[in-house]
C-alpha cells in the first residue's frame, strides 16, 4: 500500500507490468500487450491456412450474405443516379487513399538477406509490392512452398485464388462454432493466432512463457463454457503461469479513471452495455444489440451502390475480406452523424485476382447514414442465417457466477473475499446464461433506446441521474465525427416524460476509446497485489472448477473493489 502511495504510476506500470500480459479478444480484433506498454497491438483476429481443396480460397463466416435497406429500396426514383452536393470541408484531415497489396503466401528463401528484409517487413503491416520478393525472383516455380498459416492483417488481404481457407474464431460476440468449423477447430485456430502474436510481436517464447500472467479482459457477450475453454487454451496451450478474467465493461471503467458510468462499448459485430456503480458491475443492466462497425461498413457499400456512385467493379465482402478492409478505411475517413446531405469525393481500389489494385475516383454519397444505423437497425444489415444452436455450451456451473447459495467450507488461509456468499450478489453474467430456461438479453433496438432502458433498469432516481451523465463510449466506433452530440440527444428524448432526468452527458475519454478496456485490464493487473482472483496452471490443469470445492475460481468483483481503494488512497 505504501508503495502504491508513492510510486509515480508510470513506475508502477513499468515495474508491475513487465511480465503481465493483458488480451482482449474481439470478434473482429484482438488487442494484445504487455501491461507496461501504454497501447497494444490491435491485430485482426482471423487466420488463413494453406489448403489443397477446391475451391481454394473459402471464407468461413456467419455474415449475411445479402444486403438490403429496407425504405430505401422503396419508392420509383431509385434508379436514378443522385445529384451531388457540396464537399468543401466535409473532412478535415488529409488523407492518401493508399492502396493495399496482395499478400505473399509463399516461404521466403532463408538464405536470401534480400527475403529475411522483405518478411520482417511484411510482419510489422507494411503494404508490399507483390512484385516485390517471390515474383522479382522465381528460379523454379516448383521449389516454392506455401506458408501453412497467415495472421491478421495478412491473412485479409490473401488473393481469392490463393489455396487458403480464411476463418475468424470468434463471430457476433462468441466462438465461431458451427457445423462447418468445428469446436476443436476454433480453438486450434486462436492458439495458432495468439502464439504467433505472442512469438512475433511481444517476442515471447515458449519456453520463457511460464514467467508471464495472462489478464483475460473478456467481452460480456461470451458464455461461461467458452471462458472455461479460453482459461484452458491460456493456461495449459499457451503455458502461462497464471491468468485471472476482467469483465470488459467493467475494465473500461478503469481505464479512463473512473468508478461509476454506463458503458457502451460499439464493436465490430455487436455492441455490449452495462453499467458500473463504485467499482461494480450491476448485471441486471446488461444488454447486448446484434450490430456493430462492420454492419456500418456492408451498409456503406450498399448505400453507395443504391445511389450507383460505386465503382463499376465488382466488391464482395464476403468472398474478398481485403474488400471489408477497404470498407473499413472509408467508412472511418469520410462517414459521419451529421445533418444534412454529406458527400464526398474518394479513391476507391477495386482489386483483381493477382494483379496490383485499380484506382477509381468515386462520389462518395449520403455518408451520414450507415452511421445512423446504430439509432435505426433496419438501416443496417440482418443477419440471414440464425446463430448456431448453443446446446454445446450447456454447462450446469457457471464459471463467473457468484454462487451465495452454496455452503463453502472456509479455509484458514484464505481471504473473506474469496468465499462466494459474502456479498450475495447476483453472477456478473447472469445477464449471458447458457440455459435454455434463461434467454440471452439480446435486444434490436436503437441504441438510444438501449442506453436509456439500461440505465432505467437500475431502479433508483440517485444512481439514474448519475449515469446518465456519466455515458462512456469505448470501441472504434466511438471515434464517429458527431456520434458523442447524437448519443447526447436521442437518449435525452428517449427518457419518459415521467421521469425526473434532465441531463445527459457523454464522458470524453481520456484514452483511445478503442484501446480504453485493455488499458483497464492492464491496470487492474497491476494493481491486484493479493492475487485473490488469479489461478495458477498447475491448479487448473489439476483441479479444474468443482462444484463444493473448497477453492472454487471466482469472477473479479471483490478485486476490482479492492484496486478502486486503492486509486482512491
Known sequence: MDYLKSALPSQIMSERGSNLVVINPGSANV?????????????????????????NFTVIDQIAPLLKIPFLDEGPGNSFPRKMGRVDGHNPHIRKDLPLTWTNVYEEATNSSVSLETSSKDETGQFLDPKEGTHSKEPNASERKFKEFICGEEALRISPTEPYCFCHPIRRGHLNISQYYSMQQVLEDLHTIWDWILIEKLHIPHNERNMYSAVLVMPETFDNREIKEILSLVLQELRFGSAVVHQEGLA?????????????????????????????????????LPFGGEDISRAFLWTQRHYQTWSPVHSDVFAKPIDLLMLNQLKETYCEVKEGELDAVAVVHSYAEKVPAVSHKTRLSALNVPPMGLFYPTLLTPDVYPPPPRTWFHDYEDMLEDTWHIDFSRRSDMPDTFY????????????????????KKEEKVGLAEAITNC??????????????????????????????????????????PNEAIDTVEVLQSRTNPTFVSWKGGAILGVLDLGRDAWISREDWIHNGVHVGSNKKYKDSYYLQAQAMCYMNS
Open 455 to 496: 440505465i432505467l433498469s437500475t431502479g433508483r432516481i440517485d444512481i439514474q441521474r448519475k449515469l446518465f451523465c456519466s455515458i462512456q463510449l469505448t470501441g472504434g466506433v466511438a471515434l464517429t465525427s458527431g456520434l458523442v452530440a447524437a448519443v447526447e440527444e436521442r437518449v435525452l428524448h428517449a427518457i419518459p
Open 420 to 439: 462466494p456468499n459474502v456479498n450475495g450478489g447476483l453472477p456478473m453474467w447472469e445477464s449471458y446464461p447458457v440455459f435454455s430456461t434463461k434467454p
Open 31 to 55: 488487442r494484445i500487450g504487455l501491461a507496461s506498454q501504454d497501447t497494444p497491438f490491435n491485430i485482426p483476429h482471423c487466420i488463413a491456412r494453406h489448403t489443397k481443396q477446391i475451391p
Open 252 to 288: 473500461a471503467v478503469f481505464g479512463n479513471g473512473l468508478s461509476t458510468a454506463c458503458v457502451v462499448n460499439i464493436g465490430a459485430q455487436v455492441t455490449s452495455l452495462i453499467c458500473i456503480e463504485d467499482g461494480g458491475a450491476l448485471p441486471s443492466t446488461g444488454k447486448t
